[in-house]
Nanobody, 121 residues
Framework: VQLQASGGGLVQAGASLRLSCTTTGRTDIVTTMGWFRQAPGKERAFVAAVRWRGSPTYYANSVRGRFTISRDSTGTFSLQMNSLEPEDTATYYC????????????????WGQGTLVTVSS
């Protein structure tokens, strides 16, 4: 399974961004897709996840109500990020796996390259 992330950038606090992740290869084995983020000097942290069929969805407490994860019919999944805060600044990684959803990054097998999101105050 190959993943390609896109959509990062520099925005001001309060703005919105949409990250996308395209999946190719053995997508028939994918059951869960998700986003993690890693701020400088910090460990990679769970942000959101969704099952391949589009539901249910799972969110970190810090983003619930501001971020929305979804997937389309082609298998591309997205992270709509609203009301961005400087604390959301990080490199965002998309991930996929063939097992049940997990908030532990080490339990995910397939990763895209990171995309940098910078939120200025």
């Amino acid at each position: 399974v190959q993943l390609q992330a896109s959509g990062g950038g520099l925005v001001q606090a309060g703005a919105s961004l949409r990250l996308s992740c395209t999946t190719t290869g053995r997508t028939d084995i994918v059951t869960t897709m998700g986003w993690f983020r890693q701020a400088p000097g910090k460990e990679r942290a769970f942000v959101a996840a969704v099952r391949w069929r589009g539901s249910p969805t799972y969110y970190a407490n810090s983003v619930r109500g501001r971020f929305t994860i979804s997937r389309d019919s082609t298998g591309t999944f997205s992270l709509q990020m609203n009301s961005l805060e400087p604390e959301d600044t990080a490199t965002y990684y998309c991930a996929a796996d063939s097992r049940d959803y997990s908030r532990i990054w080490g339990e995910w097998n397939y990763w895209g390259q990171g995309t940098l999101v910078t939120v200025s105050s």
